[in-house]
Structures are given as C-alpha cells and as structure tokens.
C-alpha cells in the first residue's frame, strides 16, 4: 500500500469519525436546549404560585405538571403529525397528515427532535396557566391544554416552519 493510498484511508476515516462526533453534538444540542426550555415550566409555574392566594398553590402546581403530561400525550399523538407530518413542498398544506403517534419516528435523533418540539407546545400551554389561576376548572384546563398541545399549536407551526405549510 502506497502513501497515498494510506493517507486517504486515513482521511476518509477522520472523516467518518467528524460525522459521527457532529452526530453526536445535535442530538445534544437538541436535548440540552429542550431541556432548557423545559425548565421554562418551572419558571411558569413558581410565577404563577407567586401571583395566586395560597390556598390555590397545590392547584396551580398540578395544573402546570399535567400541561406536561397531558401535553406529550397531545403532541405525541396528534400534534408532532399535524405539525411536521407529511411535509411536501410541492403543495401547501394546512396541517400534516402521517407520523401519527410517531410512527415512522424510530431513529434517536429524531426522537430528540420531538422531544425538542414537545417542550416548546408545553411550555406554550403553561404560559397561559397564570391567567386562568384560580378562574378555571380543574377538567376545562385539562381540555384546553390537550386541545392547544394537540392542535392548535401544531396548526401554527405546521403553516409557519413547515415547508409545506401554507404561510411559509
């Protein structure tokens, strides 16, 4: 084996090892940034518990957990689908139409993507925990929270950030 030959085998493995270290570094980017955004929840949810009577705090806590909660069984279901499902850039779209409970979603870096997108419908629904403080049915905010995580969210950010989307 000639120099040359060597050296491009070399090359050709530092180049493989790049792509998978580059790999590597999104899905921790993905996964550090979505946990931040997360962590958003937390900050909602003490604000919250600092503008309401005291006697309400437990309910506004549990409020905001279960837009966790509920908000990935939205999203997972439904809302990842209509958001980012079917993607044509042929046609524009008002919503997506596959990947329904994540179904053609197997590999890691897609799934960090999703838990990237999940964070930001939740925290979304969380925001609006503070104005219904002490307003709202425990089982008509659970509603509305499904409801926003599950579509009207994806609806948004399927027409905005999709390539199908109709406002893109």
């Known amino acids: 084996m000639s120099d040359l030959e060597t ?3 070399s090359v050709t493995a530092l180049e493989e090892s790049i792509a998978t270290t580059n790999g590597g570094l999104d899905v921790f980017y993905l996964l ?8 958003m929840q937390a900050g909602f949810a003490m604000l919250c518990a600092g503008s309401i009577r005291a006697k309400n705090v437990k309910n506004i806590m549990l409020k905001n957990i279960l ?3 509920g908000g990935a069984v ?3 279901t439904i809302g990842y689908a209509f958001a980012y499902g079917g993607a044509d850039s042929s046609k524009l779209t008002f919503i997506g139409n596959s990947d329904f409970v994540l179904a053609n979603i197997h590999d890691g870096g897609s799934l960090i993507g999703w ?7 939740a925290t979304a629904a969380t925001i609006v925990a503070g104005t219904v403080a ?10 509305y929270s499904l409801m ?3 579509f009207v969210y994806p609806v948004v950010v399927h027409s905005i950030w999709s390539s199908s989307g109709f406002l893109s």
């Open 32 to 39: 550090f940034a979505g946990a931040m955004v997360f962590f």
């Open 134 to 143: 002490e307003r709202c049915k425990f089982e008509a905010y659970i509603a």
């Open 115 to 121: 838990f990237f997108q999940f964070a930001f419908a």
């Open 67 to 69: 837009d966790a909660c």
């Open 7 to 9: 050296l491009s085998a």
């Open 148 to 150: 926003l995580t599950g």
């Open 74 to 76: 939205g999203f997972w």
